[in-house]
Structures are given as structure tokens and as C-alpha cells.
């Protein structure tokens, strides 16, 4: 697309020059990019444009700033108001795909996973962008929620691979800097609200309002609600007008726990969920509503949940050992992951293996170590992603949770942590390795390196 025609609506032009993409992000930069230049959370991106013309841009827009470079550059005042105008023109087939959303604190990923499975059994394409990333796609994210572009782009390849429906997770950070503005959404999704991202938002009735915004949206036809979350009426509240659909544990006729998951009953059929935890079975709720709204009938979905896996490091169990890796770095999920593996294995005692991440909410680090020293037996405390802050200081905002006379091991090469839990663990006891989940890499202050917890436990059991 030339430039002239990409920016007729907004700012005229003379530059005759042809774009072969838009980007926010000097690591997504690709050779004929245009490079929109913003203020984000920690810098501006006028302080990187030397790179993104390294990586082949083109061309750079910016707000308020007057600058010279290699590459063509135009000013455009509120530059920021104008990226959901420029992602439409540009990525024009993003909006033909049917988008369903998924917010809350915990259980994004799961239900986002459930839904995308299920759809897939029944026939239906689907793309899934998340926390995993973005699915049958060669478009990149480390974000759960990623940027503009990136979102647009990515929908954009899904419609012109015949995928017309996508399951998003939608961050907190992605409702307030209107990453999803403009998006086709068919359906939202609400999980929970606990305590999580105060670094950003500052108070939970913040991060609350901010969630509320997804179920206002013109174009969603249905909402499914977790009614058994304490603040469910807000989200009812917000989307008067369109089709509500509540959940609840209680739905299940009967519930039968044992070590691999579930039996289960509902609408008279009994079947298994091979997932472990109670929240599980609140995620398999939500994504079965979610199908049946998009015009499944119930039986033919309840068949499929007894199919269901969980995402990668997820409630992960680690083979030949009583051992698992979750995402768990919030208070609460934390604390439904200790009580999953108490619940399931009520003769084992637990270990666990956890830390908190640096340059994030600092006051989760005390009650995260309250909750492990209340439910588990023993704790092994080790660095997280400790990012830019001190790892010791991070150990001790968690130690201040934690009563003196507990007994606990300190270890912070999270690596030995692992192997030495995976490879001492006792006959009855149980290991949960808690906090980063799938992720790939650790984040220290002057370098990332490759890391996967399922990997280092894999390999220290086997």
C-alpha cells in the first residue's frame, strides 16, 4: 500500500512511497515497515527509530516531535488516536473475523484453550491468540494481549486463510491502551477478578472499570458470566442489552473427584474431565457455554469435554514424578493450585517451588508467601523473572509473609531449585512448581536467558 493512500484520512501527503506493513515495535520491525513512533510504558519510540531503520523501515510517524532522520518522517498530532484507523486500513480483512473474548484475572488461557479445542472437534477454524501466542500463524507476541498492529495483522492472515473465527485472551493492559479498538468481537467471556497488575492500574476498582470495558463493546451479541465470582453483577451490569448466559460450579449434578481429574454429571450425562483442579472445572464451564451460544447443542458438545487437555504449563504434570508446573503468580491462583493438588492427592504433602517477578506488583509478594506457608508443607523460594530489581529483595518482600518459625529453603538459581526438588522429592509428597508456567525464558537485569520449568523438571526426572 503507498503511504499517500494509507494516510488520505487523516494527514495529506506527498510522499509517493509503498509500505509493506505497520509496526509499534522495533522487534517486530520488518524491511518496508512504517514505524509509528509513541510513547510507551518505559520509553519513547523516537529513541529507537535508528534501529527500526536498522531492521529495513521505511518510513516513521510521530506525534509531537520535530526530528531529522535517514528515512521519510511525518508528524501527526494525537498520533496515538489514530492507530485503530491506520491498522484498519492497512490489515483491511482483520474485522471480517468473528472475535471471541476471554478477560479476567485467571483463567484466560484455559477457557480460550477449551473454546479453541472444542471448536476445532466440531469442524469450525479457529486461531487462538494469547498467552501461548498466536496460533496457525507466523505472526510473533509476547504479549497475552499483543499490539494494534500486531493483533490486526494476525487476524487479517487468519481471514485470508479461511480462519473467520478467533478466541483472544483480552488483558487489562490491552482494554486501556485500546489494543483491541475496532476488532469484530461476537462474544465476551468473564472469568474472575482477583488481585493482579496494581503496578499498573493502582487499585483493584481501577483494574475492575478497565475490565468492565470489553463487555460494553457495540458489536458483542453474548456474554457468559462466572456467577460464582464476587464481583459477576458489574459485569452483568455492563452488558445490559445483549444476551447473558451466568455459569457456576453448581451446574454440575455431581462431582466426583480422583487423582487424574473428574467425574462428572450434567443435563444426565456422566463423563470424565481430565483436568485437575476445581477452577477447571469453572474454565470447562465457561467454554461450554461459550460454544453453545455460538449454536452447538449440548449434546454434542458435552461429549468433547471429556477430551479436553490443558495449555502448556497449566496444571502440567512432569512424567515418573508426582510433580506439576502452573502459571500460578497471583495470590489466588496460587492458592487454587496448592489447595488442586491437596484436593487430589489428599494423602500427599505438598512442596513447592516458587518466586515473584521483579519490577511488577510488589504487594502480591507477602500474601503469596502467606498463602504457601498456610497450604503447603515445605517452600522452596527462588527467583521468578527478578527483571531489573534485586532477587534477594524480592525473597524477602515474600519472606515478610511468612511466619519465622516455618521451615524453608532459599535457592535462587531457580534451575537447582527444580532439580533438587524434582530429584529429593519424598515418597507422599507432591511438587508444585509455580510462576512462570510455559514460559521459554528468564529475565534478569542485564540479560534473558532460555529457560522452560516443564523442561529442567522433565529432564531432573528422568
Known amino acids: 500500500m503507498n503511504i499517500t493512500q494509507l494516510l488520505a484520512d487523516i494527514t495529506p501527503t506527498k510522499i509517493d512511497l509503498e509500505i509493506n506493513g505497520l509496526c509499534l515495535n522495533t522487534h517486530n520491525a520488518q524491511t518496508g515497515d512504517l514505524f509509528i513512533a509513541l510513547q510507551g510504558e518505559t520509553t519513547h519510540g523516537i529513541n529507537h527509530i535508528e534501529r527500526a531503520i536498522e531492521k529495513g523501515c521505511v518510513a516513521v510517524l510521530v506525534d509531537s516531535h520535530d526530528l531529522e532522520c535517514a528515512i521519510p518522517v511525518i508528524r501527526i498530532e494525537n498520533l496515538k488516536q489514530y492507530l485503530p484507523a491506520l491498522a484498519s486500513a492497512y490489515y483491511s480483512q482483520a474485522t471480517k473475523v468473528e472475535v471471541i473474548g476471554v478477560t479476567g484475572t485467571n483463567g484466560k488461557t484455559s477457557v480460550g484453550y477449551f473454546i479453541s479445542q472444542m471448536l476445532s472437534e466440531l469442524g469450525i477454524k479457529n486461531g487462538f491468540i494469547g498467552t501461548l501466542g498466536i496460533s496457525n500463524s507466523d505472526v510473533a507476541s509476547a504479549n497475552t494481549t499483543p499490539d494494534i498492529f500486531t493483533l490486526y495483522k494476525a487476524l487479517h492472515q487468519y481471514h485470508l486463510d479461511n480462519i473467520n473465527t478467533a478466541v483472544l485472551e483480552v488483558s487489562s493492559h490491552g482494554l486501556d491502551q485500546n489494543r483491541v479498538a475496532g476488532l469484530n468481537f ?204 534485586d532477587p534477594q529483595a524480592i525473597i524477602n518482600d515474600i519472606l515478610s509473609g511468612i511466619d519465622d518459625s516455618f521451615e524453608l529453603d532459599i535457592t535462587l538459581d531457580r534451575q537447582l531449585a527444580i532439580e533438587t526438588a524434582i530429584t529429593t522429592l519424598n515418597e507422599g509428597e507432591c511438587l508444585l512448581i509455580a510462576g512462570k508456567g510455559h514460559e521459554s525464558t528468564q529475565e534478569f537485569k542485564n540479560k534473558t536467558t532460555a529457560f522452560n520449568d516443564v523442561e529442567i523438571a522433565q529432564n531432573a526426572a528422568n
Request: glycine letters at 4%; aromatic letters at 10%; hydrophobic letters at 35%.
Open 186 to 389: 461476537k462474544q465476551a467471556i468473564f472469568t474472575n477478578l482477583t488481585q493482579d497488575h496494581l503496578d499498573y492500574h493502582q487499585t483493584l476498582d481501577e483494574y475492575r472499570q478497565v475490565k468492565l470495558k470489553l463487555f460494553s463493546f457495540d458489536s458483542i451479541q453474548s456474554v457468559i458470566i462466572n456467577q460464582d465470582d464476587a464481583y459477576h453483577q458489574d459485569f452483568l451490569d455492563a452488558s445490559k442489552g445483549k444476551k447473558q448466559t451466568t455459569y457456576s460450579i453448581k451446574d454440575f449434578e455431581k462431582i466426583t473427584i480422583n487423582e487424574q481429574g473428574f467425574l462428572c454429571q450434567l443435563d444426565n450425562f456422566v463423563f470424565e474431565i481430565p483436568l485437575l483442579g476445581k477452577f477447571n472445572l469453572s474454565n470447562v464451564l465457561a467454554a461450554f457455554n461459550s460454544v453453545e451460544q455460538l449454536g452447538f447443542s449440548r449434546e454434542g458438545i458435552i461429549p468433547l469435554l471429556s477430551r479436553l487437555f490443558p495449555p502448556l504449563g497449566r496444571m502440567q504434570k512432569i512424567k515418573k514424578a508426582l510433580a506439576w508446573v502452573d502459571y500460578a503468580h497471583t495470590p489466588d491462583a496460587l492458592a487454587n493450585a496448592i489447595t488442586t493438588l491437596k484436593e487430589h492427592h489428599p494423602e500427599h504433602k505438598i512442596r513447592i517451588v516458587f518466586g515473584c517477578g521483579g519490577n511488577r506488583d510488589k504487594s502480591k509478594r507477602a500474601k503469596m508467601g502467606k498463602i504457601a506457608s498456610k497450604l503447603a508443607d515445605t517452600i522452596v523460594l527462588t527467583n521468578d523473572n527478578p527483571r531489573k530489581e
